[in-house]
């Protein structure tokens, strides 16, 4: 079935199992003792292979990038950015197997310079450094080859089984992963900050030793919950924002952020608007 075509995702039932299939792991950390850390592990390689991933279908895309009267641009790119002079010529495909449909090295650049989105991936690693690495335990990469096969299957679905490659840049494949940091992003910013000054505030002035009863109750897991809660439910979001945004023609609310832009839409409604004028 086309994916424009099959039943929007829109369902509040739909809406209330992507939530509490993400709420699974918080009940993890307090119920079961799974270490925080392993937890944002598996977090953080599910959004470095949507972006790998993201990066390598965009070899396949074919149509030339539009950068004029974008609102959002990628890492590398800005409102005074021009086209290389490689865009100006025909393409060059390049058939790798026969299997799959052709790259086209001129995208080569534009994934190069995207994958700057990995300085924004790497900020949450910089207060752990090296223990990071203690993290990488064999739950852990169980955990990513699912993850990795996931993200594999995602790309497949929304890029090649509808031969999607055909009609976007590759500007447009790698700006949909971006679009996905860049709202952890801004989740991180508006939650670090103010429960951060929170926990001091209780700790410090409204009830002194609250924390360390909670601790020795509930385990750490729970006093870290007002921080992992919310990167929880912005992950749901991102779930339910991208499966909007690809199985519905016009959606809106938040999955508008994660449809992208792209300039054929804006030109189709143009053409509507005229042709029912």
């Known amino acids: 079935m086309n994916p424009r075509t099959r039943p929007p995702a829109g369902s509040r039932s739909a809406l209330a199992l992507v939530v509490a299939t993400n709420l699974l792991p918080l009940a993890g950390v307090v119920a ?3 270490r ?8 953080w390689i599910e959004v470095a292979v949507l972006v790998l991933a993201h990066a390598a279908a965009a070899m396949f895309a074919e149509r030339p990038i539009v950068l004029e009267d974008r609102s959002f641009y990628i890492t590398g790119y800005d409102e005074d950015a021009e086209r290389d002079e490689v865009w100006e010529r025909e393409p060059e495909p ?3 197997v026969s299997w799959l449909p052709p790259i086209y090295p001129r995208n080569f650049r534009v994934v190069r310079r995207s994958l700057g989105v990995f300085a924004f991936l790497l900020f949450p690693l910089v207060p752990v450094g090296w223990d ?8 852990v990469a169980l955990a990513t080859l699912g993850v990795c096969g996931a993200q594999v299957a995602e ?5 090649f089984a509808e031969r999607a ?5 590759p500007y447009m494949v790698v700006e949909a992963a971006q679009r996905v940091v860049f709202f952890y992003v801004v989740i ?5 900050v103010p429960v951060t000054f929170g926990i001091f505030v209780v700790e410090g002035a409204l009830a002194p030793g609250l924390l360390d009863r909670v601790g020795d109750a509930f385990g750490v897991g729970a006093v870290l919950l007002p921080y992992l809660l919310p990167i929880t439910l912005a992950k749901a979001v991102v779930e339910w924002g991208r499966r909007r945004a690809f199985s519905e023609d016009d959606p809106d609310g938040v999955a508008t952020w994660f449809t992208g832009e792209d300039p054929r839409r804006e ?7 005229t042709g029912e004028g």
Do not use: D
Not at 132 to 139: K, M, N, R, V, W
Not at 155 to 159: A, K, L, M, T, Y
Not at 188 to 192: D, K, P, Q, R, S
């Open 36 to 43: 925080v850390g392993e937890l944002l592990a598996v977090y």
């Open 188 to 192: 991180g910013m508006l939650t670090v």
């Open 32 to 34: 079961f003792g799974w």
């Open 267 to 273: 030109w189709k409604k143009e053409e509507e608007s």
């Open 155 to 159: 790309v497949r679905r929304e890029f």
């Open 165 to 169: 490659y055909e009609e976007q840049s």
């Open 94 to 96: 390049t058939r790798l």
């Open 132 to 139: 990071a690495l203690s993290y990488f335990t064999p739950t």
